[in-house]
């Protein structure tokens, strides 16, 4: 007959058993993309998702890019202890297959990653798959593209310019171009109304990217990302007087560059008060 601690012990050793096992199930809240069903052998153990963010997607061997922008999901998965390694390789394919039978085609791949694009019921998916660890883990991150929904409002401006005297706006522009994006125009109306409303306001347009390029080519750029802002403003009825642009490049940076979300930070425009 087993005594009551020898019990106690016994179910003890029972569930440390299971410990492992235990902690190799999905994370809280995560589940799979809707697109992809995952690798065998795999569990989720982190995964994000927000309304609106970037990436950026290689297209060549050049090291050329380009950053797409919409509802973002990250899914990081892990292989369950004792499971034998696929290969990297093994990885990748099965996710450029699987997109390619839903209509996807391969942008580019290297040895660790695949850049896929897919066009789906009228929606467009952009998908990051990279494997690492010779195979312990991979990650999927996916774009579905669309536009950022406005949300700063002309009271916001005049807030933090008179509280600040400054505000950082996230207005997009065509890449590498000074051609404002049309998401970004209701920004350029707020801006305008707000100084309808200040009408005796001055402002300086200053832009600001990160440090992909030439400082020099980056500083030619945002001078040009603020003028173009600036002939928006006054196309929108603004005197030109009241208005001044300045470009600051990669000069000025609020966060780190090191990381995508920091660069997403320093590619901005500052409306500031003069």
Not at 68 to 85: D, H, M
Not at 91 to 117: E, V
Not at 239 to 258: F, T, Y
Request: net charge negative; glycine share 8%; hydrophobic share 40%.
């Amino acid at each position: 007959m087993i005594s009551k601690k020898g019990l106690c012990l016994a179910v003890a050793f029972i569930f440390a058993g299971f410990g492992p096992l235990l902690a190799q199930t999905d994370a809280e809240g995560c589940k799979d993309h809707p697109l992809f069903t995952r690798m065998p052998n795999y569990y989720i153990y982190d995964c994000q998702a927000t309304d609106f963010d970037s990436h950026e997607f290689y297209l060549d061997d050049e090291g050329n890019l380009t950053t797409v922008e919409g509802a973002k999901t990250n899914i990081n998965y892990s292989l369950v202890e004792g499971k034998p390694f696929p290969s990297a390789l093994q990885i990748l394919r099965n996710f450029i297959n699987a997109a390619q039978k839903i209509g996807g085609k391969l942008i580019y791949q290297d040895r660790w990653n695949a850049y896929i694009k897919i066009a789906r019921e009228g929606n467009e998916f952009w998908v990051d798959v990279r494997a690492y660890d010779d195979g312990a883990g991979y990650s999927l991150t996916i774009i579905e593209k669309k536009a950022m929904v406005q949300e700063v409002t002309a009271n916001d401006i005049l807030d933090a310019l008179n509280s600040q005297g400054f505000i950082a706006l996230d207005i997009r522009f065509d890449t590498g171009k000074a051609t404002i994006k049309e998401e970004s125009k209701p920004i350029i109306e707020q801006i305008a109304a707000a100084l309808r409303v200040a009408a005796g306001l001055k402002v300086g347009v200053e832009g600001h990217t990160d440090n992909t390029g030439t400082p020099e080519g980056n500083k030619t750029l945002s001078m040009k990302r603020a003028e173009a802002v600036v002939a928006a403003l006054v196309q929108a009825g603004i005197a030109a007087g009241r208005l001044s642009a300045v470009g600051w490049g990669q000069e000025k940076p609020v966060a780190d560059n090191r990381t995508e979300d920091g660069r997403a930070k320093n590619r901005r425009v500052e409306v500031v008060k003069k």
